[in-house]
Structure formats: structure tokens, C-alpha cells
């Protein structure tokens, strides 16, 4: 059965609810989405970093907010399971969240998260500089988030980007929570710290700190939705670049074929893209 995007958001509410961290692996486009659900995981993420690297860009506040919006409605409508999105710094000041709640909701994604870095933002963790707005600024646009949204399922996650005091990332957090955030964005790299996100009473979505503890670890401490950035695009960039290097070497791509384990159940998963939803539609109206 096909889910509505207001079921997907409800789905998720539930998984909030669970004593458990559910995966989200991040993708970049409607295929890696449904790789994912194919494999049995119950999100999928969207990051905007992954969705500059797509592109060619550096991590760097230089999406447009339609190319993101464009991105998250073909995800959401490629998979059955619920989308959490990135939606950046809300693309300008507390107006311009307005416009962007809006339009993801239309896109269909079930969650967005918004920081409080300044626009246009830069990645800290890789070695740029992060400027922040305000707390009161960041606060104003958490509530217009919260009062923007039609539907009251679709989640509103704050994440703060103030990466210096943990302190500064709890109260600021706490703020947004006391506008209306549903969730809080875990910027913790330690089991203190992931601890004292969880004292605020929200459940926790974040990017796990897998060397640090195992997943399921993070659940037991309040983390509800894990987002794992960047893997999925590394592990198919290499496997292209194996692909690619065999095909030029060898002028043909065969062995690769050959030798990786399970690519044949890959290839036939995609090969058949779409075949089953084609003759169902066949078949009911006769063409």
C-alpha cells in the first residue's frame, strides 16, 4: 500500500516513541533511496552536503532552496518510507523559513532540521569558520517553522551548530524546544555529551558518534533517529572508480563484474527498476 506523506509523518511520530535508534542513511537521489528501503531501513536522509557534493559543489550554503526542494520531492516520491531533510540554516532569515516550511511540506518529507548558522553557512567539520546568528534570531525561526507548518506531524528538528560549548549547543537547543521543536538535533561526539542532550527531554536526531558507541548504545541513551552522511556516496564513488579503472586497464569491465561478491542481485535489483509498478498499470487500463 502506497503511504500518503501524512502517514509517512505519522510513521515516523511512532518511531519517536520507540526505546530504539533507527538508521537513515543519507542519499542523494531516488535510486540510493530506494536502495535503502530495498535493504529494509526504515528512513532515509536527506543531506545537504551530500546534495552540494552531487553537484560539484564544496558544502557551502550554494544550493538554491528549489534545487533542495526539487531533490526532496523526487526522493520522497521514489520511496514508501518517511524523509528527514536537511533544510540548512531555512535558507535566509525567520520570513524566508515561512517559504521553505512550505515547500518541503509540499515536497512531501516527514522532518526537516534548521541551525542556526549564518547564511550563506560553512561545513566547521571541515575546517571552516562558523558563524552564528543569534539565539533570539535562531528561536524566531523555530517558531515560525512550528506556526508555519499545516500539517502537525511534520517534524521540526533544531540543530545547533555552535561547535566551541556544549553548553552554548544545550541552551540554545532548549530555547527552540520551548518554541515548539519536536526533536533535537544531537550535536554530541561523547556519551556525556549525547547524555546531556537527552536530559532536555526531546527525542534525539543526529549523526551518531559511531567510534565512540555502537548504535544501538545511542538508542539506549535517546537517540531516536540516526543519520549516517556520506557513506552510501564514498562507497558507490569507489565502486565506480574500481569499475572505471578495470574498463580502462582492460578495455572491458568484466572482471570487475566477475569478482565483486553479490553484484548480480544488484544488477538484476536494477535492471527491474520500476517493471512490477509498469505491468500493474498494464493491466489495469489495458495499455
Not at 56 to 61: I, Q, T
Not at 114 to 120: G, L, N, S, V, Y
Request: aromatic share 6%; glycine share 10%; net charge neutral.
Amino acid at each position: 500500500m502506497e503511504l500518503t506523506a501524512g502517514d509517512k509523518r505519522k510513521s515516523l511520530r511512532t518511531m519517536l516513541n520507540e526505546p530504539v535508534c533507527h538508521i537513515a542513511p543519507s542519499c542523494n537521489d531516488g535510486i540510493q533511496a530506494r536502495l535503502v528501503e530495498w535493504l529494509g531501513f526504515p528512513l532515509v536522509h536527506i543531506s545537504g552536503s551530500g546534495q552540494h557534493r552531487a553537484l560539484g559543489f564544496a558544502d557551502a550554503g550554494l544550493l538554491t532552496l528549489t534545487e533542495m526542494i526539487n531533490r526532496a520531492r523526487e526522493i520522497a516520491d521514489a520511496v514508501n518510507i518517511p524523509i528527514v531533510s536537511d533544510a540548512e540554516t531555512g535558507y535566509g532569515n525567520a520570513v524566508n523559513v515561512v517559504r521553505a516550511v512550505r515547500e518541503f511540506e509540499r515536497s512531501g518529507v516527514a522532518a526537516i532540521h534548521i541551525e542556526d548558522q549564518m547564511t550563506p553557512k560553512r561545513a566547521g567539520h571541515e575546517g571552516f569558520d562558523v558563524g552564528l546568528i543569534s539565539k533570539a534570531e535562531f528561536v524566531a525561526k523555530i517558531k515560525a517553522a512550528v506556526d508555519t507548518r499545516r500539517d502537525e506531524n511534520l517534524l521540526i528538528i533544531a540543530r545547533s551548530e555552535a561547535k566551541d560549548s556544549l553548553q552554548e549547543r544545550l541552551d540554545r537547543t532548549q530555547a527552540c524546544i520551548e518554541a515548539g521543536a519536536d526533536a533535537a538535533w544531537a550535536s554530541a561526539r561523547t556519551e556525556e555529551e549525547v547524555k546531556a542532550y537527552a536530559k532536555l527531554g526531546k527525542p534525539l536526531v543526529g549523526v551518531p558518534p559511531r567510534q565512540q558507541m555502537p548504535l544501538q548504545r545511542w538508542g539506549e541513551l535517546g537517540g531516536r533517529v540516526g543519520c549516517i552522511p556520506t557513506v552510501l556516496q564514498v562507497a558507490a564513488l569507489h565502486g565506480m572508480r574500481q569499475c572505471l579503472e578495470e574498463l580502462k586497464t582492460n578495455g572491458t569491465e568484466a572482471r570487475y563484474f566477475k569478482e565483486t561478491p553479490g553484484i548480480e542481485d544488484t544488477r538484476k535489483w536494477y535492471a527491474g527498476m520500476g517493471n512490477k509498478e509498469l505491468k500493474e498499470l498494464e493491466a489495469k487500463y489495458g495499455y
